[in-house]
Antibody, heavy 112, light 112 residues
Framework: EVQLVESGGGLVQPGRSLKLSCVAS????????MTWIRQAPGKGLEWVASITNTGGSTYYPDSVKGRFTISRDNAKSTLYLQMNSLRSEDTATYYC?????WGQGTLVTVSS | DVVMTQTPPSLSVAIGQSVSISCKSSQSLVYSDGKTYLHWLLQSSGRSPKRLIY???NLDSGVPDRFSGTGSQKDFTLKISRVEAKDLGVYYCAQTTHFPLTFGSGTKLEIK
């Protein structure tokens, strides 16, 4: 059974950092691109970052470029999202996904 | 950026009826490999999104054939035949052909 389990969310002050993790199981992790998607409270889905299966290339929208870094450890079947210089508009539930499968999400709240 | 225009924003339907949701993209979603990376997702209340259909018309495993996807280039449709109570939630179209990845704004399906 495929599972994606996110962790690392919480309440953080504006300007601070947070690192999310997503542990994958039930499939060959290093065969797949992985993606982070977020959803602000009561809003739609927004793409945050993607990474190739080897980790050799990463992709970001302008809204997080330069602040967020996606990475992966294929030996640990784990995906990461390092979020720096957090803003109130980054408040959302963050999902780890390979689109066919989604994690349960982890809530990040940016507030003073 | 590719803008995904999804209509209608909401639908109210009786059990057993059929409904269609439209998704139009501002650019062709045909990738250089000839495939069209347009997908449909369902997010039930309080749950993570779940992919129903990938590459326009391919049903994910376990998705009943009451769901069907059609379309090409820039114009796509999700049809749900014989709606059941468990179909309620918010439906999103998503394109993964072009970066940044983008989503429709969602269609909320309610049961009369």
């Amino acid at each position: 059974e495929v599972q994606l389990v996110e962790s690392g969310g919480g309440l953080v002050q504006p300007g601070r950092s947070l690192k999310l993790s997503c542990v994958a199981s039930g499939f060959t992790f290093n065969n797949y691109w992985m993606t982070w998607i977020r959803q602000a409270p009561g809003k739609g889905l927004e793409w945050v970052a993607s990474i190739t299966n080897t980790g050799g290339s990463t992709y970001y929208p302008d809204s997080v470029k330069g602040r967020f870094t996606i990475s992966r450890d294929n030996a640990k079947s784990t995906l990461y999202l390092q979020m720096n210089s957090l803003r109130s508009e980054d408040t959302a539930t963050y999902y780890c996904t390979r689109f066919a499968y989604w994690g349960q999400g982890t809530l990040v709240t940016v507030s003073s | 950026d590719v803008v995904m225009t999804q209509t209608p924003p909401s639908l109210s339907v009786a059990i057993g009826q059929s409904v269609s949701i439209s998704c139009k993209s501002s650019q062709s979603l045909v990738y250089s490999d000839g495939k069209t990376y347009l997908h449909w997702l369902l997010q039930s209340s309080g749950r993570s999104p779940k992919r129903l259909i990938y590459q326009v018309s391919n049903l994910d495993s376990g998705v009943p054939d009451r769901f069907s996807g059609t379309g090409s280039q820039k114009d796509f449709t999700l049809k749900i035949s014989r709606v059941e109570a468990k179909d309620l939630g918010v439906y999103y179209c998503a394109q993964t052909t072009h970066f940044p990845l983008t989503f429709g704004s969602g269609t909320k399906l309610e049961i009369k």
